[in-house]
């Protein structure tokens, strides 16, 4: 098997993992076994985590938006710590404390995801400009939706990364909604790498529904990038679900929801693989079972994994040498009593 078959059949395997992972989160929000009531999904938009992902090193740092759980897969998590962080369990990347938009790994070199819109990507410019200080042979990267495309930070950040020639790549994911705002109806112009062109960043647009086209661009960029070059990718989408679990896009008709999930990259290089006989059905059914047992393993770990200690919310949030605080009960019986 030449190499070009091998990096196929992987990213495929990679985008099926995915998107398997985020279908038991889903089934782990209907069984009640996660924190907090809002999961961003980013069924559909699997090629630009794999794709970006797969021309990234073992020591690069990044940042996700609130809908980066295949990000981080992308890049080596673990699903059973992943589940277990986003069932709020203490055996969770985070401990239980980041849930699902917080996640952050730096044994990874995941520097945070972020909930708030276009948050983590200046934190991008603050490692790039470290790693060139250092000398390290790192890159950071960016990976944000294309509601982040109207914050300022971001181009505030692009502008610094341009001016100081930093180590640093930033990916729009546009999966063509703000919530339930339709991108073209957010922004007056949709060519955002040229925006990015402005500055002074090399800048591509590619679509997502082509994981091996995506490969390709982003190798392109970050051949650049690790050259003092900093760039911008735009990966088009198509989200297949609401902005989150619950919500049901009552804001899009049934005709595009259709139409938008024809543009699906994991049947799209899967068709790829069985037209050019590059991959037999006994492999690809080989390959989806393994795939499913991941992930069920993964959300029974989740599911029996154990509730994190009362006092563990204040770990990690105070300096080393802090006084564990009091619980609110004992604080106000305190209070109470001094009177």
């Excluded at 819109?117 to 790192?138: D, F, R, W």
């Excluded at 950071?140 to 100081?164: I, K, P, R, T």
């Excluded at 911008?232 to 609401?242: E, I, N, Q, S, T």
């Amino acid at each position: 098997m030449d190499t070009k078959t091998q990096t196929m059949i992987r990213m495929y395997t990679q985008m099926l993992r995915i998107r398997t992972f985020e279908e038991r989160v889903g089934e782990l929000f209907l069984k009640g076994g996660t924190a907090g009531s809002m999961l961003h999904l980013s069924i559909g938009e699997e090629s630009a985590a794999v794709g970006v992902g797969e021309v990234m090193n073992s020591g690069d740092g990044f940042t996700t938006h609130h809908r980066g759980h295949g990000i981080f897969l992308a890049r080596g998590a673990d699903p059973k710590r992943m589940m277990a962080e986003i069932g709020g369990k203490e055996d969770g990347y985070c401990r239980g404390k980041g849930g699902s938009m917080h996640i952050a790994d730096n044994d990874l070199g995941h520097l945070g995801a972020n909930a708030i819109v276009g948050g983590g990507i200046s934190h991008v410019v603050g490692a790039g400009l470290t790693y060139q200080y250092l000398g390290k042979e790192q890159v950071a990267v960016a990976f944000f939706g294309d509601g982040a495309m109207q914050q300022g930070g971001l181009y505030e950040s692009m502008n610094l990364a341009a001016l100081w020639k930093l180590p640093v790549m930033f990916v729009c994911i546009n999966n063509e909604y703000g919530m339930g705002t339709r991108l073209d109806r957010a922004s007056a112009s949709l060519e955002f790498a040229k925006r990015a062109e402005t500055f002074g960043l090399n800048g591509l647009e590619v679509d997502g529904l082509d994981v091996c086209r995506v490969l390709h661009d982003a190798q392109e960029l970050m051949d650049g990038v690790r050259n003092g070059n900093p760039a911008f990718l735009k990966v088009d989408c198509y989200r297949f679900h609401g902005h989150a679990r619950k919500d049901k896009s009552h804001y899009r008709e049934e005709a595009e929801e259709h139409k938008g999930r024809e543009k699906d990259p994991i049947a799209h290089l899967e068709n790829q693989l069985v037209k050019n006989k590059l991959i037999t059905s006994e492999e690809l059914e080989r390959i989806k079972s393994q795939i499913d047992n991941e992930m069920d393993e993964a959300m029974e770990y989740a599911l029996n994994s154990s509730e994190p200690e009362k006092m563990q919310r204040f770990q990690d949030v105070y300096a080393p040498d802090s006084p564990e605080p009091l619980p609110v009960d004992e604080r106000i019986l305190k209070a109470l009593t001094s009177l």
